[in-house]
């Protein structure tokens, strides 16, 4: 027993458990890369919910700045499209009762003229409501028209071939709103370009419409004559204010050489039919006096109208 104990080989192991070592060993080894291909996987899938849920915000946020920007503008939009149509509401009602009121003003003149004494209290309230309104509406107007005040006008002058310089007008907007706007609707339509100062009387230097077109032109726009006689007390026909000529006053303006209150103010200028009224006194000179002075040294005709023997050339005149 001992000897075949010890003659006995040991036997090595057998290669089933290796086989089975192996197939662990492989087995480890996948687990490991799908585990890998897992993570992988898992966070590929968190990248892009990240990147659907952030670009879904900024879109959202994006949407909600292109309507705001969309209401803003639609709120500008509708800003600018009733302003555009109180405009033109106003335009409308401006021209309607120009009308009204200067029918009703003719109205009362030919009756005194025909020394015709029968009431008159429906054309007197029609003229007095027409011209409140037309200043009401003039007020609203101006800075549609031509924005902020103050309103200045640059007058350029020639006589001849000789550059005389220019004078400065600024409108008193707020005690003469009506005729201010008239004399800066004329002034924009370019209806004194090219015109004349034909007058320099003693105590006015007139502008006339006598160059081409002429009066023609103001008559197609409108802008003839004003309806009604305008006048405020507070700003009388002191020396160097611009005042409009005739009844209706218009086209003709002047500048005041000396104090024309009195002659030039309420009841100044009898002649006409409603004698109590007066001329509008609308604006003022605020440079160009050396240029007002050169002019009152032209030689005039003869005659009670003193005519310019040569007449000043109103080369052009724009709102600044």
Sequence with gaps: MKRSLKSAKIQPASSGASVSREKDDKAAAHNKQRLIKLVISLLTIGLLLFATFGLTRYTSKAGRGDLGERKGEKVV???????????????????SLSVATSEAHEALAMRKKMNDESPAEDLKAKLADGSADLI???????PLLFGPPPYTINVKLA?????LGHIMLEMAHDEMPYTSLFFLRQVEAQLWDNQKIIRNAGHVIQADPRGPPGRKRFKDLGLSSVAFQEYSENFPHV??????????????????IIDNTRNHGPGGQGNYNLAAEADPAFGKVTSGFDVIESIKK???????????????????MTIV
Aim: aromatic share 4%; no cysteine; hydrophobic share 45%.
């Design 159 to 163: 006589l001849g071939d000789v550059d």
């Design 77 to 95: 939009s509708s800003a600018a499209k009733n302003s555009a149509v109180r405009l033109n509401e106003l335009k409308l009602k401006l021209v």
């Design 136 to 142: 009401n509406i003039s007020k609203e107007l101006l």
């Design 239 to 256: 020396k160097h204010t611009i005042g409009l000529a005739g009844r209706l006053g218009g086209p003709d303006w002047y500048i005041s």
């Design 298 to 316: 032209l030689p005039v005709k003869q005659g009670g109208f003193k005519a310019l023997v040569k007449n000043v050339d109103i080369v052009s």
